[in-house]
């Protein structure tokens, strides 16, 4: 490893980058943390059927490589790439291996081609994490800048990747069921309000759209940006649709929706 810390500053590490699972900042630290360790210039997580055939997903990416490369190399690779990755039949042949590491001449050329020199990338390991019938790849890379990775780097990921794994797979759950939970209130709001109920069938149709904003937690100017309407509009239909309501604040709207929705 690149330096010795004592347990209670990596202990608070790790606390750190727990508490940081779901948030925007959460793949940065889990970047420069991992650096700490061992030098690593991109890491990539898909999520893979262990069929292959029912494809692959794109967790998320993070690292040195610049944004748009980045996404572009990891969606050919969930599209098909990863059906043509030596590392993923490796791990479907062996529950056992955990960490895996194999030479360049087992890539095939147009593999190499494609997720190695396109990107100045030289080394890759893996960390494989199984449940079920899925597979979850970590690829760790090293970029040409600092060399292939050594036994001793081999060694120290060993060690850290199952930890940095769970980490970011947590992350990416988290993240998700935020997005979908997202999407289901939203699905829920636009039903309530579209639907011709007795409390909303007496807005307009602005002002269901204007009282749906707001139902979804946007604040005037968001309302203004979505709908292309003036501030003042957006100002004067929340004011129609309180009247009607015969309400005077937000909190009064979410409590009619809870007995609309009731």
Same mark, same amino acid.
């Given at each position: ?12 590490? *790790?606390?750190?980058?727990?508490? %940081? #699972? &779901?948030?925007?900042? @959460?793949?940065?630290?889990? $970047?420069?943390? =991992? ?101 979850? *790849?970590?690829?760790?890379?090293? %970029? #040409? &800048?600092?060399?292939? @990775?050594?036994?001793?780097? $081999?060694?120290? =990921? ?105």
């Amino acid at each position: 490893m690149k330096e010795k810390l004592d347990w209670r500053a990596f202990a608070n590490r *790790l606390t750190d980058l727990a508490k %940081a #699972e &779901g948030t925007n900042r @959460f793949l940065n630290q889990a $970047f420069l943390f =991992l650096n700490d360790f061992v030098t690593v210039d991109s890491c990539a997580v898909f999520k893979v059927a262990a069929d292959k055939v029912s494809g692959a997903e794109h967790l998320c990416t993070f690292g040195t490589l610049k944004p748009d490369l980045a996404e572009l190399l990891a969606e050919d690779y969930a599209a098909k790439g990863f059906k043509n990755d030596p590392m993923v039949q490796t791990a479907l042949l062996s529950s056992s291996i955990r960490v895996r590491r194999l030479p360049r001449s087992q890539y095939s050329r147009s593999y190499q081609s494609q997720y190695f020199k396109k990107a100045n990338l030289i080394d890759k390991i893996t960390s494989i994490h199984s449940s079920k019938n899925v597979l979850f *790849l970590v690829h760790f890379y090293r %970029a #040409e &800048g600092h060399g292939k @990775f050594t036994d001793g780097d $081999f060694r120290d =990921l060993e060690r850290l990747a199952p930890i940095i794994g769970r980490f970011v797979l947590r992350h990416a759950r988290l993240t998700q069921s935020k997005e979908n939970l997202g999407d289901v209130y939203e699905q829920k709001v636009t039903q309530l309000v579209e639907d011709n109920t007795q409390i909303f069938s007496q807005l307009t149709e602005r002002e269901r759209q204007v009282c749906k904003e707001i139902l979804l937690g946007k604040e005037e100017k968001g309302i203004a940006n979505t709908l292309g309407i003036a501030l003042n509009t957006v100002i004067t239909h929340r004011r129609r649709l309180y009247r009607k309501f015969e309400i005077g604040s937000k909190a009064e709207l979410f409590q009619l929706a809870l007995i609309a929705q009731s």
